[in-house]
């Protein structure tokens, strides 16, 4: 019901920066929350920083005061900007959309396919 399209991985530096991007279609009016989860290798898929409807936020402790979630206003996109990156922000990142429908109301999760990001020297 709700397709997720990531965009902007790749290779960078430590101490550098990416930018990703998500755009939702579909029945995006059911989405109440879009955000970022990640998963390296040999390791469970975590919460990076997710961005509810209200605009309150939630971030990983690994990741605070270095990325930041935010949403655009007008279309269903969330993006994630991530400075000072590590190598250990090495993983696929994924593109999250929580949407409610229905009576009684049921949730639903939703995911993109993911996008690399690989922090080396």
């Known amino acids: 019901q709700v397709n997720l399209l990531e965009s902007g991985g790749g290779l960078v530096q430590p101490g550098g920066s990416l930018r990703l991007s998500c755009a939702a279609s579909?029945?995006?009016?059911?989405?109440?929350?879009m955000g970022w989860y990640r998963q390296a290798p040999g390791k469970e898929r975590e919460l990076v920083a997710t961005?509810?409807?209200?605009?309150?936020?939630t971030y990983s402790d690994s990741v605070r005061d270095r990325f930041t979630v935010s949403r655009d206003n007008a279309q269903p996109v969330v993006s994630l900007q991530m400075n000072s990156l590590k190598p250990e922000d090495s993983a696929v990142y994924y593109c999250?959309?929580?949407?409610?429908?229905?009576?009684?109301?049921?949730?639903?999760?939703?995911w993109g396919q993911g996008t690399q990001v690989t922090v080396s020297s």
């Open positions: 999250h959309a929580k949407g409610i429908l229905g009576t009684p109301e049921r949730k639903y999760n939703f």
């Open positions: 579909g029945r995006t009016s059911m989405i109440i929350l």
């Open positions: 961005m509810a409807n209200n605009k309150v936020t």
